[in-house]
């Protein structure tokens, strides 16, 4: 009875406990959303989502390098070296054996010929006689005339059998010298046929061993590089970080374009910076830890810019070293291995590019490899040249400065502190500066460091009111009440000549906040060129709330901290407050939105501070869990990317096999296929992965060039919300002038500017269609009411004149 | 036989002569009064008032065809103009904001002009206000169309049509206030101003009531909650 009960509250707690876990299940399940044409959310897929766990700081061993002698930039490449290595060994031993075999075969007859002699006869015969001679020895031992006869006889075949002997060595010598000759010749005969063969085969041998020794030689210095790696590996593994003051501050990818395709950009290497830790890490595509730097080596005859007396070298960690200097702006120390040294205090961000530049003298393109790095502590930005052995000390590993981008004294006085906090360079090495509580724009400097100008301002709006007791006010009162700032930019990235820029919302004089020019896009000469042609300015999200319901993060606009653009001019911000990556297409549409920081798990966005295309997925530097979050994309958004970048270059429709007339065939894509049937069917079939065509069930071997209508159309099919995939339907119809298709799709994207575009063409042409139909029937109608007219009038004239006439008389 | 030729007869003619009359219905009050008040706002509402030209009727019909016109510019304005989904078509809606507002300025108008000598009655003001709509249907008639047959860029057109409706119901509003009371220029122009006050007033009026109500039904709904909760509660435990 008891255990029933038991059971029955097992029962129920097993219910309960299950239920539990289902009603938090389905709370948790938080759907992606996007902003439909009138700015509400309404439920779509998110564009990235993470796949794997955030690389955290531990887990990149961040810090761990900072004091190593181990740097070096090193790939390991062994196991490739070593499959050269067996190739060689196994061409060398077949040669070998192929020739002994070739004289095996040829040579072993001549020998076996050599050993046979001939005497078989006579030993017959000696054998019969000795028999004879023993017989009549037995039978009649007197008759010695008889034995003596025989020995005679034995005797003499010994003799003839000495003699034949003797004849057949002769014989058989002449023989085998004979096949000696033969054997010579068939030698020679043989060494002459592969001498040819042989020597080639020799040569090869030859250059194979030096190649295999040369291989040998690398392999070992590879290995010796492998354990120098090992051995570092094993130190970073067995050497604790405290990372307790990390900070993270900033990501920077270094990429290179495709040389295929400059929409394709290749990551090479990324540079994290950490404010706390007074780091910038250098990490491969693998995520792993190459190079940490933090001190440099600072060399007065080697600054490009003679400088020297303004550049800082403190850390916040106390200063070693003996004092060699003080002056108004610096303290510089002598270390105890007798050079001057410059260490990173809070780093905020790093840079790096490849340049170009024509040295005059000898006419040949030069590239400098150049890394800025933000050093916020000391007031200054410091430049490194990479790949230069004379900026790199190999003794001691350390990066010799190239230059240092200090304050602008003509600029700032002294009230005003230069801090940077984000620098990215033009093509013609320009810098363009983000600095702390500069609210001009962004600081301009020339190659040299000299201060330009400000480009790209964000301006507060003034009411009219303000406007008028502005002009009013005397300037000291100006002055007294000069409390709106401008806001600064946060983050800026540099893409194809043009800064793209975001900022906090601009908080206006009378109190309204305009979220409208969070992100920008400057042009070279200062002007905001950003498209907002969507259906939303790009602004993050649209719809916020203004007052505080629960969580101060949740009010507000979007707080755009960071913004990365990719190779084909699509850009994604990610906002502070809410912790979501927006990303939109070069027009401003908003393609998709992901992330969010609902919720504790590690891959959520608590404190995002940059954003980092990383090919196509995207990773996001978070301040606050000092992790390095990927996104990759999901089905949907690699759809619309390959959408928009076949838009950006106008490819809409697929191209399709023609059959052209001229030729008798069929044609693809100015292939011509040699396919004659003229009433043949074609479709394209998956081939290997690849889309091939096939006309009349052969294949063209011609791949499938889709455009960007079948990406959007499968976009539209996965989330028939996506209204925006609708417009890019349209605009394919509209190409190839069907107009109401195009109306219809336009209309289903809420797209007025283009649905008024293909209207207006279906107008025109049912105006040509129907204007000379109708016109003529007016005229018709006009002209013949009008000679209806005339003709009644004459007959009523006839009558009038008649009827006058009569009463005339 | 001959009976039922005659009923026949009658009932042809019956139906004739009511076609007859709702054709001058239509025609005499519904458009050609109101057209020449329109052209003649003065002269148009001294033949409204004094003559007693304007017919109840009449001023029904127009609210009936405003909030039909609403609907359908609703439903059927061109897609460049309409951003609306028609999910969020309630006609129930359309018909209270049209009826709403009427009544509202009317009884404004008419708290307003008590107080200020005017001569018009409540019937009266609210026949005005409902021919004042007249050139706001027609505006409004044509809006659809247009809308359906401009580009984006014509859509100027559109909105001047649009516009020229709204003025001039404003203007024959006006111009109907200085008949109906028999006011001046600027007492006119107060009594508007007033009007509007006390449209204002109404509507704040009318907000706080509900507000008020919902509030109650809100707290009653709670404590109606709560103690059903309660007793699920018990029941569970």
């Not at chain 2, 007693?52 to 065809?65: E, Q």
Request: one cysteine or more.
């Amino acid at each position: 009875m008891k255990s029933n009960n038991m059971n029955k509250y097992m029962k129920k707690l097993v219910i309960f406990t299950l239920s539990i876990f289902l009603f938090v299940g389905v709370v948790n399940v938080k759907a992606g959303y996007t902003y439909d044409s009138k700015g509400e959310p309404i439920y779509s897929t998110e564009g990235f989502t993470v796949n794997e766990l955030p690389y955290t700081y531990s887990g990149l061993n961040i810090g761990a390098l900072k004091n190593a002698d181990l740097d070096k930039f090193i790939e390991v490449t062994t196991a490739k070296s070593d499959a050269k290595a067996l190739e060689i060994s196994d061409l060398s031993t077949q040669v070998s054996e192929k020739n002994a075999a070739i004289l095996a075969n040829k040579y072993g007859l001549v020998d076996d010929y050599d050993t046979k002699i001939r005497n078989t006869d006579h030993d017959e015969m000696i054998a019969y006689l000795k028999a004879q001679i023993a017989a009549a020895e037995k039978e009649s031992p007197k008759d010695e005339a008889k034995i003596e006869e025989l020995n005679k006889n034995l005797a003499s075949t010994e003799e003839a059998k000495a003699a034949l002997k003797e004849a057949d060595i002769k014989k058989n010598k002449e023989a085998a010298a004979k096949l000696k000759d033969e054997k010579a010749l068939v030698v020679a005969e043989i060494d002459a046929l592969s001498a040819a063969k042989q020597e080639q085969l020799k040569a090869e041998l030859k250059t194979l061993r030096e190649a295999k020794a040369v291989l040998d030689s690398e392999l070992a210095a590879l290995k010796a590089e492998k354990k120098v790696l090992d051995d570092r590996n094993t130190v970073l593994e067995t050497r604790k970080v405290n990372i307790s003051k990390a900070s993270p501050s900033d990501l920077y990818i270094f990429n290179i374009e495709d040389e295929d395709d400059e929409n394709i950009l290749i990551p090479q290497e990324m540079y994290l910076t950490d404010s706390g830790m007074n780091l910038v890490s250098v990490l491969n595509t693998d995520f792993q830890v190459v190079k940490e730097l933090h001190k440099f080596r600072l060399d007065e005859d080697k600054l490009k810019v003679p400088n020297f007396s303004a550049i800082k070298t403190q850390d916040d960690s106390g200063k070693k070293g003996v004092l060699i200097e003080t002056n108004a702006s610096s303290q510089k120390f002598y270390n105890e291995n007798g050079y001057y040294e410059l260490d990173l205090f809070a780093p905020t961000a790093a840079y790096r590019s490849i340049t170009k530049t024509l040295d005059v003298t000898t006419g040949t393109l030069e590239y400098i490899d150049l890394l800025y790095i933000c050093d916020k502590g000391n007031n200054q930005v410091v430049i490194l040249k990479l790949n230069d052995p004379e900026y790199y000390d190999a003794n001691t590993g350390l990066y010799v400065v190239y230059q240092v981008l200090t304050k602008p004294t003509d600029e700032l006085d002294s009230t005003k502190e230069f801090a940077p906090q984000k620098i990215v360079t033009d093509d013609k090495r320009r810098m363009y500066v983000i600095a702390d509580n500069i609210t001009q724009g962004i600081m301009q400097f020339s190659e040299e460091g000299k201060f330009q100008r400000y480009t790209g301002k964000n301006d507060i709006t003034l009411s009219a009111w303000e406007i008028f007791w502005r002009n009013l006010a005397s300037e000291s009162q100006l002055d007294s009440q000069s409390s709106n700032y401008n806001t600064s930019f946060n983050s800026m990235v540099y893409s194809d000549a043009m800064i793209y820029t975001t900022s906090l919302a601009i908080t206006n004089a009378d109190g309204t906040i305009n979220d409208k020019i969070m992100i920008k896009r400057i042009n070279p000469s200062g002007g905001d060129t950003l498209a907002r042609n969507g259906y939303k300015v790009p602004m993050g999200d649209v719809k916020y709330s203004n007052t505080t319901d629960r969580d101060d993060s949740e009010k507000g606009p979007s707080q755009l901290v960071g913004i990365t653009v990719n190779g084909y001019q699509v850009y994604s911000v990610v906002d502070k407050s809410r912790g979501r990556i927006f990303t939109y297409d070069k027009e401003g549409n908003l393609l998709y939105i992901s992330g969010g920081n609902d919720g504790t798990q590690a891959d959520k966005l608590n404190g995002p501070v940059s954003i980092q295309y990383f090919g196509e997925d995207i990773l996001v530097l978070d301040q606050l869990n000092k992790t390095i979050v990927k996104f990759e994309p999901t089905e949907i958004a690699t759809l619309i990317n390959e959408a928009v970048k076949l838009d950006n270059v106008g490819r809409r429709s697929t191209i399709e096999p023609t059959f052209s007339p001229k030729t008798g065939t069929w044609w693809i894509d100015k292939v011509d296929t040699g396919i004659k049937n003229k009433e043949a069917t074609y479709e394209y079939k998956n081939v290997d992965g690849k889309d091939i065509w096939f006309i009349d069930n052969q294949n063209t071997n011609v791949e499938v060039q889709k455009g960007s209508t079948y990406y959007w159309e499968k976009v539209v099919a996965l989330n028939a919300n996506y209204e925006y995939g609708y417009v890019g339907i349209g605009h394919r119809y509209l190409e190839e002038e069907n107009f109401e298709e195009a109306m219809r799709y336009f209309e289903l994207g809420k797209n007025r500017v283009y649905y008024s575009k293909a209207y207006k063409q279906y107008r025109d042409g049912i105006i040509r269609q129907w204007f000379t139909p109708v016109l003529v029937t007016v005229v018709v109608l006009i002209a013949g009411s009008y000679a209806y007219k005339t003709i009644k009038n004459k007959k009523l004239g006839i009558k009038k004149e008649e009827e006058t006439g009569v009463g005339d008389e | 036989m001959e009976n039922v030729q005659n009923t026949k007869k009658s009932f042809f003619k019956v139906v004739l002569d009511g076609l007859k009359k709702l054709g001058k219905f239509i025609v005499d009050d519904c458009i050609k009064l109101p057209t020449y008040i329109l052209a003649h706002p003065l002269k148009g509402f001294e033949e409204f008032k004094r003559y007693k030209k304007g017919k109840m009727s009449v001023a029904l019909v127009f609210v009936v065809l405003t909030i039909l016109v609403n609907i359908l510019s609703f439903q059927y304005n061109g897609f460049l103009v309409n951003d609306n989904n028609l999910k969020d078509l309630n006609s129930i809606e359309q018909i209270a904001y049209v009826a709403g507002a009427i009544i509202v300025v009317t009884i404004a108008n008419w708290s307003v002009t008590t107080l200020f000598d005017g001569k018009g009655n409540m019937k009266e003001i609210f026949m005005m206000i409902c021919y004042c709509l007249y050139p706001f249907i027609w505006a409004n008639g044509l809006g659809i169309l247009l809308s359906n047959i401009l580009t984006e860029d014509e859509m100027a057109v559109y909105t001047l049509v649009i516009g020229l409706g709204v003025v001039l119901l404003c203007y024959m509003f006006f111009f109907g206030i200085i008949s109906i009371h028999e006011y001046g220029l600027v007492q006119c122009l107060l009594t508007i101003l007033f009007t509007i006050v006390a449209a204002l007033i109404v509507i704040f009026a009318c907000l706080l009531f509900f507000d008020l109500f919902q509030r109650m039904y809100g707290f009653v709904y709670t404590i109606y909650r709560e103690i059903t909760l309660r007793e699920l509660l018990v029941n569970i435990l």
